[in-house]
């Protein structure tokens, strides 16, 4: 059955992966995003089709729309240079942002899944992260807009749950890449392939002895679509993500072996608050949707990455 899907942050890189597949499922689409980080270039190739509607709209603002039955939300800076920028409207986007999508859910009885993210577990304490843990997160640092603002995302949905009986699904995404990726993202994997590309210094921080696990855009879809075909009880949260863990060291010399360049390794320092270690525990996803798991070996994600990379820079 044909569903009318809102999507928030749809031309950002996952929001735009996703977008395409719900098309592909013959849905009709509208994409909501105030291009903060979102790229036309990742929509653009969509605005012939009947099916989908690009609307310009920061979600800090009320939005209202008739006749939707899911709204994903994803509008959000994510990469600590961009939600770092402006950390004020980063917080404001993820609190005033879910509050206005919450109550478009409720205006139009749709269900609402909230894109939240393994930064809810901080620097952690407990590995790998289980959802149960609740995190290890410092709440006046240079990350606490983002992690801060997520968690208290996460807290309205189930209040909203609990107190209206809004239909909320909570996911928490780990570390994702591929193609659509914006170029200037400021991420370990963007920046490692377009330095090498470049032939520019390799710009690692810290001693690269910290990890985390790398999820291909395509497995992380796979799960998202599960998750909002799931039973109507299971409200989440659960972790999205690739448990196979890497230090950024190993990922480094797998890009250096699979792009030849001339670039030269540069150690910088490591940012505040940096997390030393992430890795999903997927047990709750595997169980509740049906045997979810990654797929794309790293080597394989990078692969297909680098050929997108090549072709837009
Ligand atoms: N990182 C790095 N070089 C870069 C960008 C990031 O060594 O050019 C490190 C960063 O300090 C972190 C890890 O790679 O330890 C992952 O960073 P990313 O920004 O991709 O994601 P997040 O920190 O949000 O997991």
């Known amino acids: 059955m044909k569903k009318r899907i809102l999507v928030t942050g749809g031309a950002g890189f996952i929001g735009a992966n996703l977008v395409r597949r719900l098309l592909s499922e013959e849905n009709h689409v509208i994409c909501v995003d105030n291009l903060y980080t979102g790229r ?3 929509i653009e190739e969509l605005l ?4 989908f509607e690009f609307i310009n709209h920061n979600i800090i603002e009320p939005l209202y729309i008739d006749n939707l039955d899911e709204i994903y939300n994803l509008a959000c800076p994510a990469s600590p240079p961009h939600y770092q920028k402006s950390p004020t409207y980063t917080t404001k986007t993820c609190i005033l942002g879910i509050l206005n999508m919450l109550e478009l859910a409720n205006k139009n009885h749709a269900t609402i899944m909230q894109f939240s993210t393994s930064e809810v577990y901080g620097s952690p304490l407990v590995h790998p992260q289980v959802e149960t843990y609740r995190g290890n997160v410092n709440p006046i640092g240079i990350r606490a807009c983002y992690d801060e603002g997520k968690r208290c995302a996460e807290t309205l949905c189930f209040d909203y749950n ?3 009986g809004t ?4 996911i928490r995404i780990f570390n994702t890449y591929g193609p659509m990726m914006d170029p200037k993202d400021g991420r370990v994997v963007s920046n490692l392939i377009i330095q090498a590309l470049k032939g520019e210094d390799i ?3 810290g001693d690269g002895t910290q990890t985390r696990s790398f999820c291909y855009v395509d497995d992380l879809v796979e799960g998202i679509i ?3 075909n799931s039973t ?3 409200l989440g949260p659960v972790n999205l993500g690739n448990p196979q863990e890497f230090t950024i060291n ?3 010399d797998l890009i250096l072996e699979m792009i030849d360049t001339n670039s030269k390794v540069v150690y910088k320092d490591l940012p505040k608050d940096d997390p030393l270690q992430r890795k999903p525990d997927i047990t709750i996803a595997k169980k509740v949707l049906n045997g979810w798991e990654p797929k794309i070996p790293l080597r394989e994600g990078l692969k297909k990455t680098i050929e997108y990379f090549k072709g837009i820079i």
């Open 226 to 228: 599960r998750m909002m």
């Open 162 to 164: 609990r107190e209206f």
């Open 48 to 51: 012939s089709n009947p099916e």
């Open 40 to 42: 036309m270039e990742n």
């Open 167 to 170: 239909q909320i699904k909570v």
């Open 250 to 252: 190993e990922l480094k």
């Open 203 to 205: 710009t690692l921080y």
């Open 232 to 234: 109507q009880d299971f």
